[in-house]
């Protein structure tokens, strides 16, 4: 079975300054990996993605996240954060051997930029 | 596209009533989700669709819960009676078979509130 596991539940950090949000999996086989962004009283949202190819995907609004195999992270990163990425952020996981399968979310991560 | 469409957006019931959920999947995507959000538990996934099928209901607390798909493009969650327990906020998501199977788009939520 597959977790998440998002290390920090909130991230305070101060407007232009570079940012990292921390996940890791666990699975004992190939994941697909994911984040996504929830604004206040929204829905979640596709950040990026991490399916195959490079290891390093850049997905929306600046944002950048790593697959690490050998750490089993995919921590995201930003390098200059504005007053408008604040947000949770929440890790996913998902098998990719089956269409139907669902996807496992981690805890959340509270990013409060501030001015 | 209209994204994925859920009604209500906010419920306020007293407990002991039935309360029912709607959700419209966007057009031409196959598979539903269905999952309840608090701060204590985070984000859950309750139940799953593949083309109008239930696949894993393993997370619906209990028998008073109960999820339905009588067609590609309609699904409701009934709580039958409600409880204070239940107040969360209920998002609907829904992926479709190509493209991005992967990547599930989320509906605006329910906020449920049982007094």
Not at chain 2, 90 to 96: D, K, T
Request: charged share 20%.
């Amino acid at each position: 079975a597959q977790s998440v596991t998002q290390l920090d539940s909130q991230v305070p950090v101060f407007e232009e300054a570079p940012v990292e949000l921390r996940c890791n999996y666990s699975s004992s086989v190939s994941v697909y990996l994911f984040w996504y962004v929830q604004y206040p009283n929204q829905g979640l949202q596709l950040l990026l993605k991490y399916l195959s190819g490079s290891t390093l995907v850049k997905g929306i609004n600046g944002f950048e996240a790593e697959f690490n195999k050998s750490q089993t992270s995919f921590h995201l990163r930003k390098p200059s954060v504005h007053i408008s990425d604040t947000a949770e952020y929440f890790c996913a996981v998902s098998r990719p051997s089956t269409r139907t399968d669902k996807l496992i979310f981690g805890t959340g991560t509270r990013l409060q930029v501030f001015p | 596209d209209a994204g994925v469409i859920q009604s209500p957006r906010h419920e306020v019931t007293e407990m002991g009533q039935e309360v029912t959920l709607r959700c419209k999947p966007i057009s031409g995507h196959n598979s539903l989700f269905w999952y309840r959000q608090t701060m204590m538990r985070g984000l859950e996934l309750l139940i799953y669709f593949n083309n109008n099928v239930p696949i894993d209901d393993s997370g619906m607390p209990e028998d008073r819960f109960s999820a339905k798909m009588p067609n590609a493009s309609f699904s409701t969650l009934k709580i039958q009676p409600s409880e204070p327990r239940d107040s969360a906020v209920y998002f609907c998501a829904s992926r479709g078979a190509s493209g991005s199977p992967y990547e599930q788009y989320f509906g605006p939520g329910t906020r449920l509130t049982v007094t």
